[in-house]
């Protein structure tokens, strides 16, 4: 399996959202957890959702109730819908799983 390619970041305004999407290679994809995780700058990455092959989903607490992960395992693709995004929410996004490869990630700015 290859890297992980993110897509979907850009700059938006403080309560706006935005839908990343994952595509990664590979036919394990639908036994694999799949997670998102960023990287602000100056500062190391992050854990930020987590979606298991069975559709059990976790969140860390700056974004719970903001941010949905979602994955369409006909299409090998993992998404991340965000929603009133926050200045502090300003990162380099990546999606991964346990033992794979990074990615170069997807930029997201919130101007506030």
């Known amino acids: 399996q290859g890297q992980p390619v993110e897509s979907g970041g850009g700059l938006v305004q403080a309560g706006g959202s935005l839908r990343l999407s994952c595509a990664a290679s590979g036919s394990r994809f639908s036994t694999y957890t799949w997670g998102w995780y960023r990287q602000p700058p100056g500062k190391q990455r992050e854990w930020v959702a987590m979606?298991?092959?069975?559709?059990?989903?976790t969140y860390a607490d700056s974004v719970k109730g903001r941010f949905t992960i979602s994955r369409d395992n006909a299409k090998n693709t993992v998404w991340l819908q965000m929603g009133s995004l926050k200045a502090e929410d300003t990162a380099v996004y990546y999606c991964?799983?346990?033992?794979?490869?990074w990615g170069r990630g997807t930029l997201v700015t919130v101007s506030s």
């Open positions: 991964n799983r346990p033992g794979g490869t």
């Open positions: 979606l298991t092959s069975g559709l059990s989903t």
